[in-house]
């Protein structure tokens, strides 16, 4: 199938949307909306080189980061929420979006990364032809929430370099507690492996820069350490521990959970320890750890990898 056949039939999806596993199955394309309240349109609210990704993305002239608007998870805690619970933002053609793509490049990011294009992949995706088309050399990464629909994923083959796909949840549980996202470890586990079936399990770099491959995040809650092992735990089973891993410690509360009971806290340094020690003794080598201070405020990715 060409990329352009991919294309129509990831527009076609919009009709009955199926494109994340909430499968809304409203019509999109007609002005309804389903829970992410998103219509088919590209929304943005803004692109710049982020230079707060993880080294092999960010590099020395930052990643393109695009942040689009609205998202597929409903994470009460959710670290992003100004733009991840809002569908405001810059309505975007799908030319003004391949131009994004190529305003990024001529800056110098070393690829384009959209956050959670996951309800909005049919046009991104369709932007991303045309840039390819017009120019744009640098890796596109798909930079998701983990939510996914696998037939989604299968259709972007041949299409995405590297695959920057959450892992939030082992524990449906508290996927459906903490997201109300039924089902999230098997979409999860379903989609990583049609990711690395295409981009490989190992992060190709040139130069320290990511050229192609893939990094799972992981970010550690707290109070539940065992939600953390399983998904070691499952990734080890299903996939691979060459799988590169980012273990985020960043977790910060946001005002809608400062009464939670378990949200309402940083994590502690015992907690991502216990983390950090199970995926060593599961034999995971490849991982981006974070320092982790309770009175910080933004992640550092910058810490040198004393593990890889
Ligand atoms: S992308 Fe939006 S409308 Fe489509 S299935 Fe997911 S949440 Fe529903």
């Not at 994470?75 to 975007?92: A, E, K, P, W």
């Not at 499952?234 to 946001?254: C, D, E, F, H």
Request: proline share 6%.
């Amino acid at each position: 199938m060409s990329a352009e056949e991919k294309i129509e039939k990831l527009k076609e999806m919009y009709k009955s949307c199926d494109l994340c596993p909430r499968f809304c199955r409203v019509d999109r394309a007609a002005g309804e909306l389903g829970y992410c309240e998103l219509p088919a349109k590209i929304i943005m609210d803004c692109a710049l080189a982020h230079h707060g990704e993880e080294p092999p993305l960010s590099g020395t002239r930052g990643a393109g980061t695009i942040f689009l608007a609205s998202c597929n998870l409903g994470c009460i805690y959710c670290q992003n929420y100004q733009i991840s619970q809002t569908t405001s933002g810059q309505i975007l053609t799908v030319d003004q979006m391949t131009e994004v793509m190529l305003d990024l490049q001529k800056r110098g990011c070393h690829n384009v990364e959209p956050v959670t294009p996951t309800p909005q992949t049919p046009l991104i995706m369709e932007a991303l032809v045309l840039a390819r088309a017009r120019g744009l050399k640098v890796p596109f990464v798909y930079n998701c929430g983990g939510y996914e629909n696998p037939e989604v994923i299968k259709l972007l083959d041949g299409m995405v370099e590297i695959y920057l796909p959450d892992f939030k949840y082992g524990l449906e549980d508290v996927a459906i507690e903490f997201s109300a996202a039924p089902g999230y470890p098997e979409f999860a586990m379903d989609s990583l492996k049609e990711m690395v079936r295409q981009v490989g399990d190992e992060l190709e770099t040139e130069k320290g820069v990511a050229k192609r491959g893939m990094i799972v995040r992981h970010l550690v809650l707290p109070g539940k350490i065992e939600n953390s092992k399983e998904v070691f735990k499952l990734i080890k089973k299903g996939i691979s521990v060459n799988l590169t891993i980012s273990l985020m410690s960043q977790y910060s509360p946001t005002p809608q959970v400062r009464r939670h009971p378990l949200l309402s806290r940083r994590i502690t340094k015992e907690e991502y320890r216990q983390v950090l020690d199970y995926a060593l003794q599961m034999g995971f080598k490849n991982l981006f750890v974070q320092e982790v201070n309770e009175h910080k405020i933004t992640p550092d990715f910058n810490q040198e990898n004393p593990f890889g």
